[in-house]
Each structure stands twice: as structure tokens, then as C-alpha cells.
T-cell receptor
Framework: SAVISQKPSRDICQRGTSLTIQCQVD?????MFWYRQQPGQSLTLIAT?????????ESGFVIDKFPISRPNLTFSTLTVSNMSPEDSSIYLC????????????FGEGSWLTVV | GESVGLHLPTLSVQEGDNSIINCAYS??????FIWYKQESGKGPQFIID?????DKRQGQRVTVLLNKTVKHLSLQIAATQPGDSAVYFC?????????????FGKGTHLIIQP
């Protein structure tokens, strides 16, 4: 399996600020995704991080609120912009690659609380 | 699009008994299914997966069954242990496009009674 590291693992953020979450994978992967898990809920796909091009966002998520970068095959960032308490969630990075049988693996998540 | 649902939000079983967690999906184009386990304070942990060309797959103490006719899959955990207590999610995707992420069910909280 892939080893996926996320930073920060936890943070408490002030309303109106922005925070960038980093995702580092220990091997090159084809696909990287960002998910959100609100308290007590299931996971929802935010976007697919595309290397060298703009991310592909799911319905209900927009680039201005969740800008994403993917400069290479092992790294991606998700920014949560202009945060409000409703953004308090776990944000999870996941990867998928043929070399790993196309199984989708997750990092441990970044737990954000907005106050 | 795809929607994935679980039948029970909570399942309580006696330690040592077998557990069965069920899941239904809506999109007949979905061809890859994964079960994840999420313990408190942790990210989802891959348990087992199955592709649509199979109807059963076994791992260590776990079995996944897929019924494509009724769009249903289940996770069976044999001889449940206290460490099996967690929330279990099923997820579905279409693997052919390569870019599709997962659609998750709502999760079943498995509680192991001593």
C-alpha cells in the first residue's frame, strides 16, 4: 500500500482565515483525491487533483473555496478559504494508481475546527 | 450518479459471533467496491475490495459478497473481536474512467459486546 502523510493533522482555525493542507505520498501515484468528512458523517468527494492542470470539482464544491494544487505525482495541497464553523471537518487525501491495483488508499486526515 | 446506502446505522454483536454489514448501490455502471474501517480519530483503513467480475472475495476473517443483480454487497466478519469496533463504510466507483473517486455509504457503527 501507499504511505500517505497529511499536514497538519489537527488545527484550530479562526473564522475568516484560510488553511492549506498538504498531502505527501511515498511513491508516484496516478490519481489523487480530496474528501471531506463532516462530524458524524460519511466521506464526500471534493475534487480530483490533476497533475499540471486545474482540479476537477464535484457538485457543490468550487475552486475559490477549495483551491487545489498538484505540482507532481507525489504531492498535493488543499486550501480551505475564508473558513466558517461549517467548514469544521476532517479533510482526507486519497490516492489511486495502477501500480497498487487501483485500490484507493487514504491518509489519516486533517481535523480542522473553525472557531 | 451513484448513491450508496447502508441498511443499519448501528450493529451490536457479541464478541466471538459473526457480523454481517450490508450495503446497496444504485449505479449499475459501478464495477469496483471497497469496504473501509474507520476507528475513532483515524482515517479510513482499507479492509477488502471486490470487482464486478467476482461475487465473493475472502480475506483474513472477512468476506465480501457482491450481488450485481440487486446491487447489493455485504461484509462478513468472522469471530468478531473488540478490535473490530469501528464504523464501516462501503464505497463504490467505476474504474474504467480512471479518474472517478469513490461514492461512500453512510457507515455502520459496529459495537462488540463482551
Amino acid at each position: 500500500s501507499a504511505v500517505i502523510s497529511q499536514k497538519p493533522s489537527r488545527d484550530i482555525c479562526q473564522r475568516g482565515t484560510s488553511l492549506t493542507i498538504q498531502c505527501q505520498v511515498d511513491s508516484q501515484v496516478t490519481m489523487m483525491f480530496w474528501y471531506r468528512q463532516q462530524p458524524g458523517q460519511s466521506l464526500t468527494l471534493i475534487a480530483t487533483a490533476n497533475q499540471g492542470s486545474e482540479a476537477t470539482y464535484e457538485s457543490g464544491f468550487v475552486i475559490d473555496k477549495f483551491p487545489i494544487s498538484r505540482p507532481n505525482l507525489t504531492f498535493s495541497t488543499l486550501t480551505v478559504s475564508n473558513m466558517s464553523p461549517e467548514d469544521s471537518s476532517i479533510y482526507l487525501c486519497s490516492v489511486r494508481t495502477p501500480e497498487l491495483g487501483n485500490t484507493i488508499y487514504f491518509g489519516e486526515g486533517s481535523w480542522l475546527t473553525v472557531v | 450518479g451513484e448513491s450508496v446506502g447502508l441498511h443499519l446505522p448501528t450493529l451490536s454483536v457479541q464478541e466471538g459471533d459473526n457480523s454481517i454489514i450490508n450495503c446497496a448501490y444504485s449505479n449499475s455502471a459501478s464495477d469496483y467496491f471497497i469496504w473501509y474501517k474507520q476507528e475513532s480519530g483515524k482515517g479510513p483503513q482499507f479492509i477488502i475490495d471486490i470487482r464486478s467480475n467476482m461475487d465473493k472475495r475472502q480475506g483474513q476473517r472477512v468476506t465480501v459478497l457482491l450481488n450485481k443483480t440487486v446491487k447489493h454487497l455485504s461484509l462478513q466478519i468472522a469471530a468478531t473481536q473488540p478490535g473490530d469496533s469501528a464504523v464501516y463504510f462501503c464505497a463504490a466507483t467505476y474504474s474504467g474512467g480512471g479518474a472517478d473517486g469513490l461514492t461512500f455509504g453512510k457507515g455502520t457503527h459496529l459495537i462488540i459486546q463482551p
